[in-house]
């Protein structure tokens, strides 16, 4: 059954129970913040568990028709040169390495992909970024509360807007308020990718691939917004959209080689 509806993975993150008799065990999960954005847009969310196996990954990612690259741990500094400073937070080698992965199929298959807060990290590093290990830390003067101790669906700070651009697009404003959850930031941006919003002290907080494929990040969490900010559930029935085109694109294609 076509549903019309685009399939989109969520790639998701490991948890330890520390208690009881399954002590131990490793479970997988993502918020589910993320999954009822998705349903929320009109498409289908599939959660991706993290593998290693490569074969896998890329049935995992041929399966999808867009990604979201989800929150979580600090990307380890090794991947972008650099030793761990004591104000590095969890980190998870494993997850770096999958998503690391499956970012370089999805590229490859030209899919959509929409990262945050960490999916913003990753994807700069991936691509010869570096970030901040600690933001409070590393730019102790000036730099704003970016770890929020309000409640997730509450606005933090501002975030400015570059001009043509996709947020600047779809928001046809120069300034949106967002939550904020982060303490590392994009200290190098990877050549690749331009930032289109900042802070006020100058942290990026959204990037967008330099050319006609669909690869945008946020810095912020708008999942958890979608149910009371309007403006965060229409960022994701952007990206739905844009999801939407580019399957039409690639079915007409298919009908044209068909035809020929
Ligand atoms: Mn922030």
Redesign the pocket.
């Known amino acids: 059954m076509n549903t019309g509806k685009p399939l989109i993975g969520i790639l998701t993150n490991l948890l330890a129970v520390e208690t009881g008799i399954f002590s131990g065990a490793e479970r997988i999960y993502v918020n589910r913040d993320y999954v009822d954005s998705v349903l929320r847009a009109g498409a289908t969310p599939l959660l991706l568990p993290i593998i290693a196996d490569q074969e896998a990954i890329f049935q995992q990612m041929s399966a999808c028709d867009a990604l979201i690259f989800s929150g979580g741990q600090d990307v380890h500094p090794h991947h972008y040169n650099e030793e761990p400073s004591h104000f590095l937070e969890a980190v998870c080698y494993e997850r770096d390495l999958y998503e690391m992965a499956a970012l370089r199929f999805a590229i490859q298959q030209k899919m959509a992909i929409f990262g945050i807060c960490r999916g913003l990290q990753l994807m700069n590093v991936a691509f010869g970024g570096t970030l901040y290990q600690d933001i409070a830390k590393q730019i102790p003067e000036g730099s ?1 509360a ?1 770890s929020q101790k309000a409640r997730k669906d509450e606005i ?2 501002a ?1 400015d807007l570059a001009d043509e651009s996709w947020l600047q697009r779809i928001f046809k404003k120069k300034t949106l308020m ?1 939550n ?1 959850f ?1 303490h590392q ?1 994009i200290k190098d941006l990877a050549p690749e990718f331009r930032a289109i919003a900042w ?1 006020k002290d100058g ?1 990026i ?1 959204a990037i967008e691939k330099n050319d006609d494929s669909c690869v945008v990040a946020v ?2 969490h708008p999942e958890m917004m979608t149910e009371k900010h309007s403006d965060m559930h229409l960022l994701f029935c952007a990206f739905v959209d844009e999801v939407k085109q580019r399957n039409k694109k690639a079915t007409k294609k298919v009908e044209v080689y068909a035809h020929e």
Do not use: N
């Open positions: 704003l970016h933090t700070h975030v967002t904020s982060h930031a802070a942290i907080e810095q912020w």
